[in-house]
């Protein structure tokens, strides 16, 4: 009788990740033939078929989607287990380097690097900031154990094709106002709300993406620009205009500024993810681990 294996489900955990078999094959050093006996394997333990084959790739179906959601607990647990076990081992020890984008670094990054450090105090880890594609190339070279990025609507469709990716968190946008704003307090405004408002932007270099006003709302009074977060929110905080940041920045924010959470259903929202390399290391499995920890922590889930 067919069983699950925890091989067979990390393997249809990247299959679902990337899309193919071929994919999963080079990100996780296996044979394409490999890939499609296991995937095979944990379908005949399910009794029915995990993946629509099509000819841009494969689909989960929804065994396929059960299967996954339930592996994705089993596989984070197991390695929590190894994570714990080799703290009682002091294994973790050493350097560990994580890159991350500029509003990353704020908040979410910092903590999950305290959080990591206090359990763990022969660990070093070190920050980096840099552009996402820079950190996608050190990440690559073996320079970064562990990068953060964004994806979603409004940002490049980076090359991350070959690297293992991990949801740290559904990313949500809010408007920062100046405490005595006419929003501040609020428990929700709607975009029309913010038609009015002068907006404080993003100022960067050719080609890398900035918050500028509210994604969706048109024609928006962009009055000042500046490349620096915190001259931004100083400027929100001064009364000067208001700005768009990511929730998970909020922790960070500076005396007399709020935010304000905005109803909008054409806006998707983006994704906050952290990358490594195929096989990472149980230090960069424990940030990882931390980073989805702290960013729960801050959305107050």
């Known amino acids: 009788m067919a069983e699950f294996t925890l ?6 955990q990247q299959v679902a990740a ?3 078999f ?3 094959a080079e990100t996780l050093g296996y044979t394409q033939s490999a890939v499609s006996r296991q995937v095979a394997a944990m379908e005949a333990a399910a009794g029915a078929p995990l993946f629509d ?3 841009r790739g494969v689909a989960l179906t929804p065994a396929g989607q059960v ?3 339930r592996a994705t607990g089993i596989l984070a647990d197991l390695a929590a287990t190894e994570l714990e076990l080799a703290g009682l081992r002091d294994r973790l020890a050493g350097r ?3 890159g991350a984008y500029p509003t990353a670094a704020m908040a979410l990054v910092p903590r999950a690097m305290a959080q990591v450090t206090s359990g763990h105090p022969g660990l070093a880890v070190v920050l980096e900031e840099a552009s996402t594609p820079a950190l996608l190339r050190r990440v690559r070279a073996g320079r970064l154990d562990v990068v953060v990025i964004g994806t979603g609507q409004g940002l490049p469709d980076y090359d991350v094709g070959g690297l293992n990716r991990t949801t740290v968190s559904q990313g949500e946008l809010v408007v920062a106002v100046p405490d005595t704003h006419r929003l501040a307090g609020l428990a929700t405004v709607s975009v029309a709300d913010l038609a009015q408002e002068h907006w404080i932007a993003g100022d960067g270099a050719p080609g890398e993406p900035q918050f500028g006003a509210w994604p969706t709302l048109a024609n928006p009074n962009i009055v000042r620009t500046s490349r620096s977060w915190s001259t931004r929110l100083g400027l929100v905080a001064a009364g000067l205009g208001i700005t768009v940041i990511p929730a998970l920045a909020v922790p960070a924010l500076p005396t007399g500024v709020r935010t304000v959470p905005v109803t909008d259903s054409d806006w998707p929202g983006r994704t906050t993810v952290a990358v490594t390399r195929p096989h990472p290391s149980l230090q960069a499995q ?3 681990t931390a980073l989805r920890d702290e960013a729960a922590r801050i959305h107050g889930t």
């Open 18 to 20: 990337v899309g193919s």
């Open 7 to 12: 091989t067979g489900l990390r393997v249809v």
């Open 286 to 288: 424990l940030l990882v």
């Open 67 to 69: 299967l996954l959601r």
């Open 53 to 55: 084959r099509g000819g």
């Open 96 to 98: 560990l380097t994580v």
């Open 22 to 24: 071929t994919g999963a």
